[in-house]
């Protein structure tokens, strides 16, 4: 069907899509007005207009009743804008056929925002019933890549494009029912019931832009014009790039929940950065730009390429960017719903792999340190381009739908010295997104930002032509896998090396999580944090025994699992070092040190979690941070440089070991005489920890009772005197929500005598 | 050796051995003295007496000084007549040979009582160190034939004769100098660590008796005879046996932590029957009376043994009594140091198997319902016959080594109208042994009885001629796998069948006894008894509702488990049922409701376990046992049968159901309109108990968290309505002392409305 290209194309320039010599003086042509403009309110009866798409509210500065109104019109301009953008669909087969195999087909994307407001709106509890059931099933979960295993299109029994639309009437008229007469409560905020409505319309906001890739995925013979979607017809040579030194600055991000604009959990938070100067490319990359890549045979040099990059490369056997297509008669660009003939001042649009590979080869070319920026350059570019978020007026940019419905040359909107800093395509950055200090997930979608904080989502920035309402904001976030496409392209930095990108995931591992949890956590019952008493104790006790005026130089904390109680008897000693079996969970503590934030998911029921982070600052621990290290090691074969300690801890140890006695009868070696040796154990004694033949109490010996403790006092009596009787510390262990382990450490203290 | 028997016994009577036609006139000939007396107290210096050998002392009826000096005298008697007990031994050899293959060789128990001393004064910190750490790991554990397996000859290298003695004498020494000199507060009872002291004297006269049997159990090369340990030269005709009827009575037992004898932990607490009238045989049965058996072809005759008895004849291939030999001339008896012929006028010896197999072919012969008496008829001819424990004249029975080393004949002690009551030989009884209401263990030797708590342990009565000291009182409690050999033989009963032996076992299944105990033992953490909390949460719910003028004819608690809240739900109930899918939960719940004692270990640490016991009269509980009833059932696919109830309870369950959802969509069919269910549940989902596509919430669903508190309201608004908002209610469930589920249990109240 594409065997008489021109067929298809509109004439975009008077250029010859063959010649792609461009004439670097040609200006712009046949310039009109964009076609995109709002729909107005009149619920129903959709007269076009030629305002501008309607800008995410204030949410603060207005009263109730202006609120309402403002909230009916946002509503109804995404909602109407949304199901105009389906008049591009050829039929109603375009709606059932899937544009790309590993999403759903239109009709799902159709339906869903709908059904998103019902969802949502039964959470915040604005309505108590669905609107209805099987179109709420068939609507409620979209597909993402990562899953692409769970889509068996034997599920799906597609409702009729009728049905959908008369499904969406009706969530319509419920949504406006609730603005106009719910009761409300100003102002709309992270807490307020209405926060559901805003997130709905954002939710359709962001499948207005992902909907109108998904449709420029779809055959050509699927999508036919439509007056609302009228592309961008300027096009003329492409600049030749330049860079612009960027002086060194500091970025601050910090938006709360006082802010007066909706925003997604991963935009709050505080983020600070201190970037060092670096230079930056003028305009975003041009398809001519580009061109020299694919020429210089870009896709097929593997050396250009990240191993992941190499992965999709050889998975595609892409040769040149996905909208691209290359005929005889020369190079064509794919449209949402045309092929133009390539408008080489356009942007580029490509995937973070085919970005990067350019980079890398523009740094062999040019010998220059060349890749993407991060996303702290981005915000650095974006402060001293002094831009502002959309207002009323048309912005000063190709975003929001306010300058047509597609891409324009690179270099038609300049902010600053730059061009395209925000709008045209989006950005792709070198970050993987990741939750500022203070993340916290909004309760009625936790799972909008956290399945993406997985090192593997990087963000992109600036917006597209598309993109709307919070969408074109400063404080969005949006991140897609690296090989994923939306109207997305470039600009490249030459800049030193990058800061390692901070931990982002949720530790999801049960036992690592649980363990997080008791040592970093809440308090469950009112039982204090085990690690915190324990560490309390050892103080009091060693005053109440007049030893505190021993060295407190160095600790040892053995089988010191997450490291929490390393980090507090770093309070006290100069020097405290961590050590476990396990490197997963010294890993926990490492990544405390360094001053990051550990994030994990608590099981709450079933298969529902909630998610929780901690830092050392927020346990007024940031101090310690310097004075202890954390080793991987086997207390019952450590290593000989863990020795001359004043103090050690082995609390929760002693009944994991698999020769507990090994261990008691030789760490008196790693203690100076004089100091302080502190087990706690449960004396939980398990054949699968610590053979039978090893345990060294909890038994019947020669016909009578022998304790764990008559066990540590035979084995220690040598070495140890026992300062004083032993006692109780309780600890608890989340399992679920309702479900906790809640056990007693006996706690023993001994001081090296020989 | 045994080819010329008579060489080797020693002329009993003038009758020919060969003769056993006993003349019913003889009378007694020979008769002398016994040669057994005590020795007096002077330490190492040891002169024999005729004074009677020392009784248990009175531990409350004495000053302090008279206590130190009757312990004194009592302590050393002991040690000094269990060491000449020794003397029996043809040479250091037979020290080291075993008797019987699953029992330690002599010079174990010689050592071993010494051992025991010190092992319990340890524990009764009456002392803080070892003697001897070899000796004293060499001699702590004796074999019970239960453990044969546990009975590796390898593991053993025994110290000498000289050694033993030698330590043996520093025990004497530190015993003496303990009663001597360690403080003493008086009365010495359960609590006093004295109680230690007594403890290992009445330990060393059990051993006193059982390595008097092992004596007898050696080859005759093996044994010597001994000035000190003289058979009875008693011997003659023996009677006609004759049948006593006996009234019908009540028996009470009720030794409490008053007496003023030791006793040990199995004789405390309260037990009271009521005896039917019954006939018993006048005397224990004589040789001369078994051996009808024997010639009739008892021993080859199956349908006498039961089928244990059926195994030990299989095993062993006994033909007669174990201490008989059947010699060309005759029979012979074994006695400890020598070979008789036949007293055939002394009590038969034989074990449980031997001697119900008698009573089944007498019964045979007879058409009586011939039997061995239960402990309880024992007692009733010990009241009966208005004896009294021993005092300090000779004993009017052949017992506590006042008349000799040996049995006596069978018509020698008359006790009113019977012979033999007490002493002579001990008596088998059809009763395995168990603990009486009240049982508890003694802290510093808990399996004393536990072990025996098994129903294969059947009590044995009346002590022998060598039972002395505890052994040879009315409160006296020992039992013996049913094939062993003691000095014991028996007496038969004509009487009715035997109510069902109490159970006495302790459960040690771990999961049995932590649902024992969560059920019915203590409470941790202050958090209350769950099943109570639940009930009384009920009953609060329906008045606040003003619901509680419903019926309450019947509840049904489903998943019941051991059962408690059915018993809590009948104090408000007419009729309870409980249900279960597992039988042995309910078997706790059953024996209960039967008014038994619900007895289980708990693990403390490690094999370390503690022993609780728990009845409905100890709960308050008893008044409920007959409106309750219960059943094993699957929740999912409930009987027809169980429908019509007021109020439904299901506790713990629906997360450990298959098919929840099945469940709860149906179990409006088992309550009245009107009637309410009751839901409590962690929300534990596991698919090790629910298969994931079964649960009935805790996921997301459709994209959305939806909870199980969701997932009932789904299934069940049909026919309920949510009688208020739902609460939580903690319970602890213990897995060792110091190791705890503490668990938040989620309580909805669903009335049916259609």
Not at 278 to 287: D, G, T
Not at 390 to 396: D, H, K, L, T, W
Not at 588 to 607: F, M, P
Request: aromatic share 12%; with cysteine.
């Amino acid at each position: 069907m594409f065997s008489e290209a021109c067929i298809q194309k509109k004439a975009i320039s008077r250029q010859d899509c063959a010649n792609k010599e461009t004439n670097q003086n040609s200006t712009f042509v046949n310039k009109t007005e964009p076609a995109i403009g709002t729909f107005h309110n009149d619920e129903h009866n959709i007269t076009k207009s030629s305002a501008l798409l309607s800008r995410t509210p204030n949410l603060r500065d207005s009263d109730q009743v202006t609120m309402r109104r403002t909230l009916r019109h946002y509503f109804l301009d995404t909602f109407n804008t949304y199901e105009s953008l389906f008049d591009c669909l050829a039929s109603e087969n375009a709606f059932y056929i899937k544009p790309i195999s590993l999403r759903h087909p239109l009709i799902f994307y159709y339906g869903h925002t709908a059904t998103f407001f019902i969802n949502k709106l039964l959470l915040a509890r604005l309505i108590n019933e669905r609107v209805d059931q099987r179109m709420e099933s068939i609507f409620a979960v979209g597909v993402d890549e990562m899953s692409w295993d769970d889509l068996n299109e034997a599920n799906y029994d597609w409702p009729s494009v009728h049905d959908v639309k008369a499904y969406r009437d009706k969530v319509r008229t419920l949504v406006l029912d609730l603005i106009d007469h719910a009761p409300l409560h100003m102002p709309i905020d992270w807490e307020n019931p209405w926060w559901a409505i805003i997130m709905g319309i954002e939710h359709e906001r962001i499948h207005l832009e992902t909907s109108s890739v998904l449709i420029r995925q779809h055959d050509l013979s699927m999508v036919k014009s439509s007056p609302n979607w009228q592309p961008n017809n300027y096009s003329g040579v492409a600049p030749e790039n330049q860079l612009i030194h960027v002086a060194a600055g500091k970025v601050r991000l910090a938006k709360d929940k006082t802010s007066p604009f909706y925003g997604w959990d991963n935009e709050y938070g505080v983020h600070d950065a201190e970037i060092t100067a670096f230079e930056a490319s003028k305009f975003l990359v041009s398809n001519q730009e580009f061109l020299e890549f694919v020429e210089a045979k870009g896709y097929q040099t593997a050396e250009y390429w990240t191993e992941e990059g190499q992965g999709w490369l050889q998975f595609t056997n892409a040769e040149h960017p996905t909208f691209w297509r290359k005929a005889p008669d020369g190079w064509y660009l794919r449209l949402m719903t045309e092929e133009v003939c390539m408008p080489w001042d356009w942007p580029v649009e490509v995937n973070y792999h085919e970005a990067k590979a350019f980079c890398n080869w523009k740094k062999q070319q040019t010998g220059h340190a060349v890749r993407l920026p991060t996303e702290d350059e981005w915000y650095r570019l974006y402060d001293i381009a002094s831009i502002r978020d959309v207002g009323a007026a048309p912005a000063q940019a190709n975003i929001h739908l306010d300058h047509g419905a597609s891409s324009c040359p690179v270099n038609q909107f300049a902010q600053g010295e730059f061009y395209d800093v925000v709008g045209n395509v989006w950005q792709w950055t070198e970050t993987p997104i990741y939750p500022f200090e203070g993340f916290e997930v909004h309760p009625i979608y936790d799972d909008f930002s956290t399945p993406t904080f997985d090192e593997r989502h990087n963000l992109i920035k600036g917006g597209s032509w598309i993109s709307t309402g919070n969408e074109s904001l400063h404080s969005a976030r949006y991140a897609f896998r690296r090989h994923f496409f939306q109207h997305a392209g470039f600009r490249y930095v030459i800049s030193g090396e990058i800061n390692s990108v901070p931990a982002s995931h949720y530790e999801t591992d049960k036992l690592m999580s649980e363990y997080a949890e008791f040592h970093y956590g809440d308090e469950y019952f009112g039982v204090p944090n085990f690690s915190k008493a324990l560490v309390e104790l050892a103080v009091a006790t060693l005053t109440k025994h007049q030893l505190d005026g021993l060295p407190k130089h160095t600790a040892l904390d053995l089988g010191c699992a997450s490291g929490r109680a390393t980090f507090e008897l770093a309070r006290y000693f100069d020097q405290v070092t961590g050590v476990d079996f396990s490197a997963r969970f010294i890993g926990q503590a490492v990544q405390l040190a360094k001053g990051e934030t550990l994030r994990y998911t608590l099981i709450d029921e079933g298969e529902l979690v909630s998610y929780k982070s901690r830092s050392l600052a927020g346990l007024k621990l940031e101090d310690t941070k310097h004075k202890v290290g954390f080793f991987q090691g086997d207390a019952c074969n450590l290593k000989p440089v863990l020795t001359g300690y004043d103090f050690i801890l082995a609390a929760n140890l002693i009944d994991r070991l698999y020769d507990p006695a090994k261990f008691l009868s030789s760490i008196h070696e790693r203690l100076n005489v004089g100091g302080v040796l502190m087990l706690a154990s449960p004396y939980t004694w398990l054949s699968e920890h610590t053979p039978r033949k090893d345990w060294i109490g909890g038994f019947k010996k020669d016909g009578e009772t022998f304790t764990t403790s008559d066990g540590l006092q035979a084995l220690l009596s040598k070495h140890f005197c026992l300062i004083q009787e032993p006692q109780e510390i309780p600890f608890v262990i989340r399992e679920t929500k309702r479900k906790f382990q809640h056990t007693l450490s006996e706690v023993t203290f001994w001081q090296r005598t020989a």
